[in-house]
């Protein structure tokens, strides 16, 4: 069966570091998402990606982070310089045309 | 504001018995419902329920949708201590080519043997 594939399953970084959680989606998938669950707490989309670009992203969003698909199988996020707050895990999702069936197993993002 | 709501927060049965977990949803440019369910780590997708008042069946579960009054069930029929997770309601907005899932708090579910 395919699979949503997320490295590494948990980091662990010094506030202000760069982090870059990465992703591999479903081959053939068109539309690619970020969502995260700070722990206790809702799931929270943050954006997502289709044709090469950003398609919509929430307030959580802002500048701090950014979104790549840098050889078309990658999708990565990377979180320039990471805050407590940024403590989470961190899911990649995707999907081909209807809706969100296959999510990675997370990554767990600790700053310290 | 968008928003889903999950009822009950927990719940605790015993092996055999039958639950219910309840999603209320208000969700601008709504598309769909879609259950899921979450062990350790990621959602694992169950359901998704576009359309109103057809059930859904995938073994002892089932859900369905009301979208005159904006909620879904989900039926859990003689309960298994492996049913035990958290399940997870949320409402699919699209508009356009923006497409974002609505999470609930979710339904922690405890099955004792």
């Known amino acids: 069966e395919p699979e949503v594939t997320q490295t590494p399953s948990h980091q662990v970084t010094q506030m202000g570091q760069e982090v870059i959680l990465r992703c591999v989606p479903i081959?053939?998938?068109?539309?690619f998402y970020w969502y995260r669950q700070i722990l206790g707490q809702k799931v929270e989309f943050l954006v997502s990606?289709?044709?090469?670009?950003?398609?919509?992203k929430s307030e959580i969003f802002d500048d701090q982070f950014s979104v790549e698909r840098p050889d078309g199988s990658n999708f990565t996020l990377k979180i320039r310089s990471t805050k407590l707050e940024d403590s989470a895990m961190y899911f990649c999702?995707?999907?081909?045309?209807?809706?969100?069936?296959?999510f990675g197993q997370g990554t767990r993002l600790t700053v310290v | 504001e968008d928003k889903v709501v999950q009822s009950p927060l927990s719940l605790v049965v015993h092996e055999g018995d039958t639950v219910t977990l309840n999603c209320s949803y208000e969700v601008t440019n709504f598309r769909s419902l879609l259950w899921y369910k979450q062990e350790k780590k990621a959602p694992t997708f169950l359901f998704m329920l576009t359309s109103s008042g057809i059930e859904k069946k995938s073994g002892r579960l089932s859900s369905i949708l009301d979208k005159k009054e904006l909620f879904s069930i989900l039926n859990i029929t003689a309960t298994q201590t492996g049913d035990s997770a958290v399940y997870l309601c949320?409402?699919?907005?699209?508009?356009?080519?923006?497409?974002?899932?609505?999470w609930g708090l979710g339904t922690s579910l405890a099955v004792n043997p």
């Open positions: 081959s053939n998938h068109l539309y």
């Open positions: 949320a409402g699919l907005q699209w508009a356009g080519n923006n497409r974002k899932l609505i």
């Open positions: 990606f289709y044709n090469n670009e950003i398609s919509e």
């Open positions: 999702a995707s999907s081909y045309f209807v809706a969100e069936a296959f």
